[in-house]
């Protein structure tokens, strides 16, 4: 089983670009999905994680504010709605899925998608 992760693109400073997360063989109505994101030479960490049913949202401190996530399961699609872009968010962007979102651990995450690159030019 994996997810795709597209969306990716290239942005201005300032700018907006909204990726999204399906997959074809899990039902992520079931599943809380996290998006990671990994900039050249640095660790993959967590930016956000929704809940199944989307009743709960978690942001990392860096995105907090700019950063949305949301969901339609009727799609079988988590979305990640990226505002007031900095060039600090360059990165590769990957999409996770578990249960929970209990943990920002990479390990802890069953599914994983192939990643979207996002570039932010300042």
């Known amino acids: 089983v994996q997810l795709q992760a597209y969306g990716g693109g290239l942005v201005q400073a300032g700018g907006s670009l909204r990726l999204s997360c399906s997959a074809s063989?899990?039902?992520?109505?079931?599943?809380?999905v996290a998006w990671f994101r990994q900039a050249p030479g640095k660790v993959r960490d967590r930016v956000s994680c929704i809940s199944s049913s989307g009743g709960r949202t978690y942001y990392a401190d860096s995105v907090k504010g700019r950063f949305t996530s949301s969901r339609d399961n009727a799609k079988n699609t988590v979305y990640l709605q990226m505002n007031s872009m900095e060039p600090e968010d360059t990165a590769v962007y990957y999409c996770?899925?578990?249960?929970?979102?209990?943990?920002?651990?990479?390990?802890?995450?069953?599914?994983w998608g192939q990643g979207t690159l996002v570039t932010v030019s300042s």
């Open positions: 063989e899990l039902d992520l109505e079931n599943y809380a």
């Open positions: 996770a899925a578990r249960e929970e979102c209990y943990s920002d651990v990479l390990g802890y995450y069953d599914w």
